[in-house]
Nanobody, 114 residues
Framework: QVQLVESGGGLVQAGGSLRLSCVAS????????MGWYRQAPGKQRELVAT??????NYADSVKGRFTISRDNVKNTVYLQMNTLKPEDTGVYYC?????????WGQGTQVTVSS
């Protein structure tokens, strides 16, 4: 089992920045992809960004504003979010993929005020 704990969410004004962190623990060997998803009120959970063996993938809505990075020594994945917009508001979830199984964190709230 893999445990994921997110941190770094909060309230920020439009145009501001936040950095989310997700620490993985437990049976973390052979974790392949890690990423961030978000869910706004009344909407489905959507992919924000993923990283796998150094390659990255971003939702079109966050390209050029968000950066995902991974520190394998600290077993941590980060999401640097710049130029935040009110539509970025939601609960952000960390995700890890291991041997075809997906693991999720408990989520961290990000609220962007206009």
């Amino acid at each position: 089992q893999v445990q994921l704990v997110e941190s770094g969410g909060g309230l920020v004004q439009a145009g501001g920045s936040l950095r989310l962190s997700c620490v993985a623990s437990g049976s973390i060997f052979s974790i392949s992809a890690m990423g961030w998803y978000r869910q706004a009120p009344g909407k489905q959970r959507e992919l924000v960004a993923t990283t796998n063996s150094g390659s990255t993938n971003y939702a079109d809505s966050v390209k050029g504003r968000f950066t995902i990075s991974r520190d394998n020594v600290k077993n941590t994945v980060y999401l640097q979010m710049n130029t935040l917009k009110p539509e970025d508001t939601g609960v952000y979830y960390c995700n890890a993929l291991q041997w075809g199984m997906q693991f999720w964190g408990q989520g961290t709230q990000v609220t962007v005020s206009s």
